[in-house]
């Protein structure tokens, strides 16, 4: 990672800030050109430095392939947290922040990121990226400054959940300053504990909180010096007033967006939040149920968890009901204003508790998919996940599968496997306290989200995800998760794109980083097409997977992307950087990015074998608008190579060496040539 040229200033800080907590020491590098030439920032810059790390693991002879070998929880393991350099400045939406590291929940790439303020403040103490290695002796917590990095003994912190950290370091260093912290959950190494900033955005998916706890890192926070500045190259084409630039052009099609405008004009986003997009979801057949066995709700039942029902919940409590209170919240730098503050009221005008959501994935993973539409327990669970620091995707696909095995295993009654007797007997206890477990059973979420917060009981072995858990019993065919991570909201057989998205992200099953196309279908009419749709579709996959690619690499939030395309992000991009992006060097940047990381995971074991949704997308049809619907595996088949061939990869998945050196991935990483001969022997699995 030399420099090899005089790279521009203009949103760069050019440090990376390495901590190596077994040592306690820390250092700083310059950032070299050639790395943030090709790959910009975020995920990008991520992926990279997590690549380096495990090549160097492999320099020092301590391993023969580090990204197979290394234990996702052991101290070799590593925290890649990244900027962009559009982060922190007047671009919209400009507060995102990304963290890598290798998932303990898929055992291969692990990638995740949230807004909020943390990454600004974080680049504001001077630096692009932070490395963190290592594993502390005992319970720590960093404050990072201009001046370097102090650490601080978190002994006592650990009784305290994830929002009680967080308050306790403010009051004793600074109300202001902004901290990443992990909960009990990530204490207990849940294979989906997340990092939460702020108090309830979750560095959420892969794990990322069980990896702070393995390091015994309890929290990060960021202390700025006051009056640091980014700079960037065109501060007039950032100033939304100039109607010659960047912003104001940007700013007027986020006015005009079906889901970005304002309120006063109906804006999804902005009157209802991120719940707003339930309802919709849900009039197009793709809202989930009890464990993706269909998607059939009645109507009634949606009018009590959706954007309208969180936004008057107050105004139509009844007398002697729990109400939510509800108040408009947002990221740095960011116009649509998606998020929600909530405070829950009792009968007697007194405060129960306060936090941030409940978002729409969680409603529906810890709501429609459970069958229950309480939106107060919903709210409650949700509270109860930022506190223990639970990805709620995850959690609520978790106990979905819980609830589908537990009906699968009953119905069998008599002569049950081995697996499935194990099963009776570890779900003993808690049927005797809460009773058999279902869908529709709202007064058990709660009772299981603190089980699998504190690990105890059956939640010992739901805090492993829905994955192991199945196999526990012998049952992985009822984990709706894709490389072991849970499924989001939207059903597969509903929208064929979204459901190629989903097999062929990096991080597994997840509808933002590997391309979001599900809303396509009701976006205001444009970028439509149909859901069961083949020919052709790869392309549109490809193209989808590399526009949230760039999102992640230059720090842009997905929502803003609903109304914006890659030419505006290009021209605000411009303006920081002083560059000549445009749409095409900007979706090379993400190819390079995919690529890299498809290399990550190939080398952590995962092939196209794992680029596969549920059997039950392929076997159980569903209605909908009234005709049944199911993924055909020889069609998805095709477009697997389809979609293959479109990014630059065999038909088996892997990276062509033409396409490493196309990327300029060769040059920087020549371990992968050899990586990519290896994996050529492996013959086309049959699926």
Known sequence: M????????????????????????????RLGDDTSRLFFGGRGLGVSFLCSHFFELEKQGRYKNAFLEVDPLSPDNVIVVSTSPTTGTRMPTSGRVHMNYKSPLTGALGSTNAGGRWGVDFKKTGHDVLVISGKAQHPVYLAVTNSGVDFYNADHLTGLNSIEIREEIKKKLNQKIQVLTIGPAGRNLSMFAAVLTDK???????????VFGSKNLFAVAVNPESGINIKVANEGALTIKNKEG????????????????KEKMYGVLSSMGSLGLLGMVNNFDQLIHNNMRDTCHKQSDIDKIDGEALRNHAKRAKTGETRIEVKKGSCFNCPIICKRHTRLIDENGNLIEKGEGPEFESVTLMGANLSIYDLTIITRANYLANQYGLDTISLGGTIASFFDLYNVIKVKKGNLLPKEQLFISDTEDFVIKHGEPDFGKADMLLPIVHLVGTATGIGKYLAEGSYRFCERYGHTELSMSIKKMELPAYDPRTTFTQALCYEMNNRGGCHLEGGYTAPQAYCAGYAEWPGNRTEGTPLVAKNATLKNVTLDVIGACVYGSLSLGLDEYASLINAVTGDKYDSGSLKKLAERTITLERMFNLLCGL??????????????AIQVRGKPVVCNRDEFKKMHVQYYKSVGWD???????????????LSMFPKLGLAVQKKSDVPLLKN
Do not use: C
């Not at 949103?11 to 190596?20: A, E, H, R």
């Not at 038909?651 to 991935?665: A, D, F, R, S």
């Open 651 to 665: 038909e088996t998945g892997i990276p062509t060496k033409q396409t490493l050196e196309k990327l300029e991935l």
């Open 200 to 210: 309830g955005k979750a560095l959420g998916r892969g794990g990322s909180g069980a």
């Open 246 to 261: 960047a912003a104001f052009y940007a700013k007027m099609k986020l006015d005009l967006g079906k889901f970005t405008k």
């Open 2 to 29: 030399n420099s090899s040229r005089n790279k521009s200033t203009f949103g760069y800080m050019n440090k990376v800030l390495f901590i190596d907590l077994s040592t306690k020491r820390f250092k700083t590098e």
């Open 607 to 620: 092939d196209h074998s794992d680029d596969w949704l549920p059997a039950r997308f392929y076997n159980q």
